[in-house]
Structures are given as structure tokens and as C-alpha cells.
């Protein structure tokens, strides 16, 4: 397995990465999404050969906050400790960052796998979290 840190990714392969997990809300606009990819603040991608099989994007201001946007790894390779590798080599590229963020999907497979990585609810660590979410136009 193969790491990058890069924002130039074939948009095939993104793509492809993108529908396996089921995220076709990203796919559906594909220019936006390669957007978003280049304007992050923070993107790292998994490798077989040349296959692309996961992808962590974050945002932030890269001095007090981290956003994990995106973390997506191909089906076949889930549960290989692709995912961990992503999370772990991006951590500790930002060791001095306080708060980082991650809002996902009410899942208990996702759950155990953040918790696993050191993550924790909000109400664990005493805060709320409030979020807008706008429908697709």
C-alpha cells in the first residue's frame, strides 16, 4: 500500500472510489467535487499499484482545526486497515491541532471504527455540534 499526499487524482478513479461507497451525491457533480478536492486544505489517498482504493480529505485553517470532510476506502479493501492508515499518517501530520472534527452517518460500523481511531461524540467530551444541511439544488 502506497500513500500520497496530493490533490492531483485521476477523476476516474475518484469517481469510481466515490460511487463504490455509495456517495453519488458527490459524483453527480464531478467538476464541483474536483474542486472541492483542490481546494482542500489537507488530501491524502491510498494505492495498490495504481489503483486508487481510499481517500481522506480535510479542511481547516491547518493551525487550530482539522475537518475530516471525507474518508472512503474501495469495499474490497475495508477492513484491511486502510482507513486506519489514513487517519493515523493524517493526525499526525497536524499533532499541534486541538479539535478535530468528523461528521458522519448514524452507523454503528462507522462508529466502532472512529472510536477505535480516538475520536469521540461531542457530549462525551462536553460540547454540542450544530449543523445546516442544505438539500442538493
Given at each position: ?132 444541511i442544505r438539500s442538493?439544488?
Open positions: 500500500m502506497n500513500f500520497r499526499t496530493h490533490k492531483n487524482l485521476p477523476q476516474v478513479q475518484v469517481l469510481n472510489l466515490y460511487n463504490s461507497v455509495g456517495w453519488t451525491r458527490y459524483t453527480a457533480a464531478p467538476d464541483q467535487l474536483q474542486r472541492a478536492i483542490e481546494y482542500s486544505l489537507y488530501v491524502l489517498s491510498a494505492w495498490e499499484a495504481d489503483q486508487l482504493v481510499g481517500l481522506l480529505r480535510a479542511v481547516g485553517d491547518g493551525e487550530s482545526i482539522l475537518y475530516i470532510q471525507d474518508l472512503l476506502v474501495l469495499p474490497s479493501h475495508q477492513r484491511k486497515g486502510v482507513g486506519r492508515n489514513l487517519m493515523d499518517i493524517t493526525l499526525n501530520a497536524y499533532p499541534y491541532i486541538q479539535q478535530v472534527v468528523l461528521l458522519t452517518d448514524i452507523d454503528p460500523v462507522s462508529r466502532a471504527f472512529y472510536e477505535n481511531v480516538g475520536l469521540q461524540e461531542c457530549q462525551v467530551a462536553g460540547l454540542n455540534a450544530f449543523v445546516l442538493a439544488t
